[in-house]
């Protein structure tokens, strides 16, 4: 009955994390035109290019139509047979431990909540992570360090209530264009509203910009404890607000003045002009609706946690959090990279925002599932899982929604080690995907337009995205996939699930299991004023941003607003940082800074929207962008074929001279791969080096040598 759920009506965009609404004009089985939808407070009917291109990127053709084991077209019985009788092969000589799991951000919190129950609570292997892992896993790790929780703190309309908008490693107009768009309109309705941007290229963000950081890659640790400092020389900490709310202030500032902290040792070491470093000090520190939004310009680094504490830290010390218009706000990649964590899909946490070592989860989490099979520690992040599969220690891996061969860093080496894996289950909507070379069973999956559930965006709204359309083939819904395989290992009482509604039901039950605010042991992260939601109601679910529960039915807007955090003490915590450089080392032969990155029309590997052709004429090939002066030096110029080296292959493409690239440092973007130009897999030039906390790879700080062609 999902498949023929086709009504007219809105859902949410897939792309990014800014989750716009969205309303579809239906044509028979097919979407003839899109549009904004008004009612969704996200985007308040305005679309990005691509989101008002998503009709041209459906479609039968190029689809996932049939289930596939071992090269040959099978039947969904033989397939999922398989799939059930080889993982519990695996596990019977091997243990739980050896098989794993690797989700995405583009599936719906249902699918990524059976997921989670079926590998940590049933099959009993910690070894669940995804690909969220590269998009804020860092941001994620600050939070909880502060707050005691991986809560975001804003709301959109906070970003048109700021007196000062900081933009830190984040080119908001083409990687999240919807906001944009509200920032600019909100800088136009109010003229004394200002825009910094700190970024190491000049993006298309600067157009609004009052005023530009051209800082040097890696250095955002160092300018941001330069302006604690600077605010604390100028009397602009709030004493009253550390005293009354947070912990470890001291400790904080006497590690920034370990360092040399005058304008002019920062500015030296950022690489910036003093009097505009100057400039951004005194903005941040005179006004108090600040939001500091920073996206993976900060987060894709091995110390990215210690940058984002970075940033957190300043706005604790200037009392600049859960007022209108002020907070640090981490702006997510993913449509859904807030709803996998909501379930628990990274390996380091358990399910329902709690962790492994959070007080009674263990217990509490086996009581609800009503299994005595979970893991009691946390499992391997994403490096770590397929680094495991290379050492012959994970034998079984299930890939679902992402395309780990082109987005891992190292891609190459990703590829070769998934080839000699001895069993690589893949969920996937597209034919063209190259995950699939190296695929043992492949599984056909429904895609956006065809699923029903929920997504969760950057500010903490949860959307209904809709199925409106039939599946294409055999393709099935990646949450059924699951219960089948499940129901085959034995486990059908625990995924009796005939409806996604069923299953957000039961993931708003056990978000709000114990949580008891009264006594001080709670979590923010609560829906249980969802639960309980009939099809009816789950299917005329509006926006809603988290949490929703007896205290606030209505949702919340902004967080912390009373000062309590959900910390051991009710404090938050500042935390001192000591600035590190990125680790890929520059040297004789590679001796440019790589940064890597979207471009405005492109999501991800390509595989959708490399479909519409309005949307390849942004950019139609792979590229480079070098400053003109290192282009110069090296023979190269405008639109001649390149090859870069790095630390895993070689990438090529055309040569773009930009001014507004610093010297030394070359773009690339991330998309393309084997499916679209064989030669320029950006990830092949990153090596696998990660945050130690958050797991996060080093993707904005790779090494290459640049050569003509
Ligand atoms: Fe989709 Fe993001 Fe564009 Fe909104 S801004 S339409 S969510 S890609």
């Known amino acids: ?179 944009y768009q509200r920032l600019k309109a909100a800088k136009a309705r109010n003229p004394l509203m200002r825009v910094v941007v700190i970024d190491p290229r000049v993006t298309d963000s600067c157009d609004i910009a009052d005023l530009y950081l051209g800082i040097a890659p890696g250095s955002d640790a160092r300018l941001f404890n330069g302006l604690l400092a600077f605010m604390q020389r100028t009397h602009r900490v709030d004493h009253t607000y550390l005293a009354r709310h947070t912990e470890g202030f001291e400790e904080t500032l006497d590690a920034v003045f370990e360092d040399d902290t005058t304008l002019e040792a920062i500015a030296a070491e950022c690489d910036l002009d003093t009097e505009r470093l100057e400039t951004f000090y005194y903005w941040f520190a005179t006004h108090l609706h600040v939001v500091t939004l920073y996206s993976q310009g900060i987060n894709q680094s091995s110390s990215g946690t210690d940058k984002c504490q970075a940033i957190i830290n300043c706005h604790l010390a200037g009392g600049k959090l859960g007022l209108p218009g002020a907070g640090p706000f981490s702006i997510t990649g993913q449509p859904n990279a807030m709803g996998g964590r909501e379930v628990g899909g990274l390996a380091n946490q358990l399910a329902a925002h709690m962790d492994y070592h959070t007080p009674g989860a263990i217990e509490r989490v086996s009581a609800f599932w009503q299994s005595d099979a979970l893991p009691t520690a946390p499992g391997y992040k994403a490096i770590e899982l397929f680094d495991a599969i290379e050492r012959g220690e994970i034998l079984a891996v299930w890939i679902m929604a992402t395309n780990p061969v082109v987005s891992l860093p190292d891609a190459a080496r ?200 309005r949307l390849m004429n942004h950019r139609a090939e792979p590229f480079v962008e070098l400053h003109p002066e290192d282009a110069a030096v090296a023979g190269i110029q405008e639109g001649r074929l390149v090859a870069l080296t790095g630390a895993g292959g070689q990438y090529l493409g055309r040569a773009r001279l930009k001014r507004g690239q610093r010297r030394g440092e070359a773009f690339v973007p991330m998309h393309w791969n084997n499916a679209f130009s064989g030669r320029a897999r950006a990830n092949v030039l990153i090596a696998p080096i990660v945050d130690a906390i958050s797991g996060q790879p080093e993707s904005k700080h790779g090494a290459v040598g640049v050569q003509p062609l």
């Open 1 to 179: 009955d999902i498949g023929d759920a086709r009504r007219p009506g809105s859902t949410t965009c897939p792309y990014c994390g800014v989750g716009c609404g969205v309303r579809v004009t239906l044509d028979g089985d097919t979407i003839s035109a899109v549009a904004g939808e008004e009612r969704h407070p996200a985007n308040q009917g305005r679309l990005c290019v691509k989101g008002s291109a998503l009709h041209e990127t459906l479609g039968q053709s190029g689809r996932l139509l049939e289930p596939r084991v071992d090269g040959h077209t099978v039947g969904w019985g033989t397939a999922l047979d398989q799939v059930a009788s080889r993982l519990r092969a695996i596990q019977n000589a091997h243990g739980p431990a050896s098989v794993a799991g690797y989700l995405s951000g583009q599936l719906l919190t249902e699918d990524y909540y059976v997921a989670n129950k079926l590998f940590k609570g049933f099959l009993g292997t910690p070894h669940l992570d995804t690909n969220s892992r590269l998009c804020m896993a860092s941001a994620v790790a600050a939070y909880k360090r502060s707050f005691g929780a991986d809560a975001v703190p804003c709301c959109y309309e906070d970003l048109e209530q700021a007196e000062l908008v900081v933009l830190a490693g984040s080119n908001l107009a083409w990687n999240h264009p919807v906001l």
């Open 414 to 613: 990703i590829k070769r080690l998934l080839a000699e894996c001895p069993l690589v289950i893949v969920s996937e909507c597209m034919a063209n995907a190259e995950i699939l070379d190296v695929a043992d069973i492949v599984l056909p999956a429904t895609g956006w337009s065809e699923k029903d559930g929920t997504v969760t965006n950057s500010e903490r709204c949860i959307s209904r995205q809709r199925g409106l359309l039939p599946a294409p083939g055999e393709a099935r819904h990646d949450w059924q996939i699951m219960t089948d395989v499940a129901c085959r290992l034995g486990f059908a009482e625990a995924f009796d699930y005939a409806h996604p509604a069923e299953i957000f039901d039961e993931h708003a039950r056990l978000s709000g299991l114990d949580n008891d605010r009264a006594h001080g042991d709670w979590r923010v992260f609560d829906i249980s004023g969802l639960g309980g939601l009939d099809r009816e109601a789950y299917d005329a679910l509006a926006p809603i941003r988290w949490p929703v529960n007896a205290a606030h039915p209505e949702g919340t807007d902004r967080l912390f607003a009373d000062g309590r955090f959900p910390t051991a003490s009710g404090r938050a915590r500042l935390l001192p940082v000591r600035p590190q450089a990125p680790q890929q080392a520059l040297s004789a032969s590679r001796p440019l800074r790589l940064n890597t990155g979207r471009v405005r029309d492109q999501w991800h590997t390509m595989t959708r929207t490399a479909r519409s052709a």
